[in-house]
């Protein structure tokens, strides 16, 4: 079946450093491949998305990008602030039949940028 | 314009009693989302709504756990008999056919505690 594996748990940075954070992915469908962002005490927002057709997406100073022969994909910032201090979750959507609900979530990076 | 709303933000309960959590979903959205986010599970899809009728409930554990959407304009999600395991942040999300669902709006979740 479908799956996301997000090895980094925890990230820590000091402001003004590139980020980059990497998913890989496994699915016999064409995938959809999300990024959300998640601040304490809050639910996920998403931040980035990319499909077959665009490989890229740009939102926030964030990129997010996908290489279909690595089946993986990365969301980088060239430099971060204290406020991007939050938890990074990759998700891949499983397409069903006009339905891409089903979202398939990695485990979570922890971003932690110090002043 | 008000995001998904999640009542209440807490809830404390003792082992073996029922909770109940609740689930506003954004006006005009059709498909309800219920989560579960615990540190060691990270998010684990629960069971989906679209157009209030159920159509994926493969993550809910069957015995003590059930979700309703009686209206377009809130869902609920009841625990009976909670166990300390039940302990976790519940989420509920709310989406849309364009992108066929897959970018969904999270609430703030409720936190769940059962002692």
């Known amino acids: 079946g479908d799956s996301v594996t997000q090895k980094q748990g925890q990230v820590t940075l000091s402001e003004d450093d590139f980020l980059f954070i990497n998913c890989t992915y496994s699915t016999t469908t064409y995938p959809t491949l999300l990024w959300y962002v998640q601040y304490p005490g809050q639910g996920p927002q998403l931040l980035l998305k990319v499909t077959t057709a665009n490989n890229k997406g740009i939102s926030r100073g964030f990129e997010a990008t996908y290489d279909k022969g690595t089946t993986s994909f990365h969301l980088q910032k060239a430099s971060v602030q204290e406020s991007d201090s939050a938890v990074y979750f990759c998700a891949l959507a499983h397409y069903n039949v006009g339905d891409n609900s089903k979202l398939i979530w990695g485990l979570g990076t922890s971003l932690v940028v110090n002043p | 314009n008000a995001g998904v709303i999640q009542t209440p933000r807490h809830k404390v309960t003792g082992k073996g009693q029922e909770a109940t959590l609740w689930c506003e979903p954004i006006?005009?959205?059709?498909?309800v989302f219920w989560y579960r986010q615990t540190i060691v599970q990270g998010l684990e899809f629960l069971t989906y709504?679209?157009?209030?009728?159920?159509?994926?409930d493969s993550g809910m554990p069957k015995e003590r756990f059930s979700a309703q959407m009686p209206n377009q304009s809130h869902s609920t999600l009841k625990i009976q008999s909670t166990q300390p395991q039940d302990s976790a942040v519940y989420l509920c999300?709310?989406?849309?056919?364009?992108?066929?669902?897959?970018?969904?709006?999270f609430g703030p979740g409720t936190r769940l505690t059962v002692l």
């Open positions: 006006s005009g959205h059709s498909a």
């Open positions: 999300a709310s989406s849309t056919p364009g992108q066929n669902y897959a970018e969904q709006f």
């Open positions: 709504f679209r157009n209030q009728a159920p159509i994926d």
